[in-house]
């Protein structure tokens, strides 16, 4: 008896042993991959020098274990600290706004809305807090579009998702989610992928170990650490242009697809909150790929879903400046996938034409020298990374070429 309860002891102590030398390898992980600092550390070295984040700790834009696309408490003190002049809203479409566009200060929450109701939580979180002089909003046909919940005003609604504090096991859901393996965790943990690229700090799973994240003035950076690989953005494209690509393109399918009118009219209801806030609203439907365009002339229900949300954007924002179709000069070489997501010059093309249709100050607010500098010298490239984060990977004013058809 005495035999087995040894035996029972040591298989428990082992067991007790294993799971604690596994949860401080974890905890290893998440020191070779700069998450250990807190929340205070990191917002105070992005001001102070700038970093590029992209961390799991704190929520990200494209936190995994979030699974959302809320605004995270990185952003939320990044913008209270920043109290920028101007700042942009909107989906992944926004993150080619950079600082350098404006002589004023700037902070983008580009990322920050999956739909209306997002925008009034912003209001609730931040606007009320430090309204901007001038907030664009990138208007995407997906995000207020689909049927919508709010028939009214949400008041604070949001429900944050936060991935676990306890930092040692949140490697366990990148396992979980297939986007760890074992190979690169041990990796990590040799300490193969450095913190520092030449003075500049990286934060944050996605920052340290694939060089993508957020800069300073919260604008997106991706592909810094290397070319753009052709061979998979071949194979992108080909799935892009398979029929029957843009019905996928909804998640619930175009053919059942409705625009939500109230969704819509709710952005007018935005406006006037952050009208008596004393912030000038300024709407833009950016514009889309003719590739993308194209294609979904080949779908009879695209077409008229599109139709209809154009119209009803129209209808409830009167002074929207709707570019869906005008690419005003470029090409589809300026997006950063050849399809809805535009690059930094396109981005500098759109930010000049709102200048020139809006009624708003924005004129005041942007470098118009600059903007015809990037748009005169780099016609037909995406990014050309000017500035803290482009010179750390020595790529300022590197030509991103995102397809092999732009070269």
Known sequence: ????????????????????????????????????????????????????????????I?????????????????????????????????????????NKSFYSLAGSITGPEDAFNLVDELFSKHPPKILIFNLDFWSPAYKNPYAARPHKGRQHIQPSRAKMII????????????????????????????????????????????????????????????????RSMDIFDEPGMINRWFKQGTKDAKVSVAGVHLL?????????????????????????????????????????WRAQIVKELPKVIDLFDNMLGGSDCEFTDLSVHPGEVMTAR????????????LKNFIDIKRLNSIINTYPGHGDILDNVVGRAYNIQERLIFFSSACD
């Open 1 to 60: 008896m005495y035999r087995s309860l040894r035996i029972y002891a040591y298989i428990m102590l082992s067991a007790v042993l294993l799971g604690t030398l596994v949860l401080l390898m974890n905890l290893l992980f998440m020191f070779r991959v700069n998450e250990l600092s807190s929340i205070d550390s990191v917002v105070q070295k992005n001001i102070e020098s700038g970093i590029l984040y992209n961390g799991l700790s704190y929520g990200t």
């Open 62 to 102: 494209h936190n995994p274990i979030d699974g959302k696309s809320n605004l995270n408490e990185f952003s939320n003190r990044m913008y209270l600290a920043t109290k920028p002049d101007i700042t942009v809203i909107g989906s992944s479409t926004s993150f080619k706004f950079r600082d350098y566009f404006f």
């Open 171 to 234: 490697p366990f859901s990148l396992f979980d989610l297939n986007i760890l393996t074992l190979p690169l965790y041990f990796s990590i943990l040799k300490g193969d992928f450095p913190i520092h690229v030449n003075g500049l700090e990286k934060v944050g799973f996605a920052a340290v170990v694939y060089d993508r994240g957020f800069s300073s003035d919260g604008s997106y950076f991706e592909n810094l650490a290397s070319p753009i690989d052709k061979t998979i953005l071949k």
């Open 268 to 308: 007018g209801q935005f406006k006037d909150e952050m009208n008596k806030l004393g912030t000038q609203v300024i709407f833009v439907a950016h514009p889309q790929a003719s590739i993308f365009r194209n294609l979904l002339k080949k779908h009879r229900s695209s077409r008229r879903f599109i139709s209809e």
């Open 350 to 361: 759109m930010l000049r034409e709102m200048a020139i249709q809006s009624n708003s100050n």
